[in-house]
């Protein structure tokens, strides 16, 4: 009779520590992965290139790296770097004469398997005489 207690505090202990132990359980990945468009705009005014980021994320809008080039005589430099600020917009001087274009680059964040993937653009080009 004593060994069927032992046996159904021991079923007990058992049964409690597996109720304890539920919290603590992982739970399962709420994994996800997006790819999205970035469109990038360029205007001049003067000496300033300005211009925004849009995106269907929002994320993908703001901090963004941006590389304004000029062309001259064939050959394409880096003028200016910048990044956008928290609206997707963004604005660099440059005072030589020649095409310009930006270039927004591609983006991710986040690891496997939640990231972001922010795809880059190039604006179309513009020309200071």
């Not at 394409?76 to 956008?84: G, H, I, L, Y």
């Not at 997707?88 to 983006?107: I, P, T």
Request: hydrophobic letters at 30%; one cysteine or more; aromatic letters at 6%.
């Amino acid at each position: 009779m004593s060994r069927s207690i032992s046996l159904k505090a021991k079923i007990l202990v058992v049964a409690s520590a597996a109720i304890a132990a539920v919290p603590f359980a992982p739970l399962p990945v709420h994994s996800h992965e997006f790819n999205t468009a970035s469109t990038i705009t360029i205007n001049r005014q003067g000496n300033r290139y300005f211009g925004s980021i849009a995106s269907a994320r929002g994320l993908c809008q703001r901090n963004r790296s941006v590389t304004l080039f000029r062309t001259k005589n064939g050959r394409t430099r880096v003028a200016k770097r910048t990044s956008s600020n928290s609206n997707g917009n963004w604005s660099a001087r440059a005072r030589r004469k020649g095409r310009f274009h930006a270039v927004v680059s591609g983006r991710t964040s986040g690891q496997y398997p939640h990231s972001h993937n922010c795809r880059g653009d190039r604006s179309p080009s513009i020309r200071r005489r």
